[in-house]
């Protein structure tokens, strides 16, 4: 499998982690020091993601539009538009980005940084 391939699995496997409440594969993939800036702007570390993940997601569903995915060395930025609706029926868009760098032959997401843009 292509390296951008690997990582576009990853990407697909990240937003159905968070749709399931998929702790477990966050703690896998997702680097000790990882931070997310979440769309409301707080900044969560690996721990307080985890917490965030288990309470579970405000959305239904998620669709990727949108991925590009750049390499640099050791380091893949993935940067993505999804469109979503969420459990209580509202429908919207995020944009994300999220970088991978490599640990050993696979992986890790060391940042990720979501907005949702006003409607």
């Not at 990882?34 to 959305?59: E, H, P, W």
């Not at 919207?92 to 032959?105: A, M």
Request: contains cysteine; aromatic residues 10%.
């Amino acid at each position: 499998m292509s390296q951008e391939n690997h990582i576009k699995q990853l990407n697909e496997q990240y937003v159905r982690a968070s749709l399931e409440g998929d702790v477990e594969w966050y703690r896998r993939y997702l680097t000790e020091d990882f931070i997310c800036i979440d769309s409301d702007g707080s900044v969560l570390n690996k721990a307080a993601f985890l917490d965030q993940t288990a309470q579970g997601s405000d959305l239904a569903s998620y669709n990727l539009d949108e991925v590009n995915i750049r390499f640099y060395g050791d380091v893949a930025l993935v940067r993505a538009t999804g469109s979503w609706k969420a459990k209580n029926g509202r429908p919207g868009v995020s944009r994300y980005t999220d970088i991978y760098v490599r640990s050993g032959d696979d992986w890790r997401v060391v940042s990720a940084q979501i907005t949702r843009p006003a409607a």
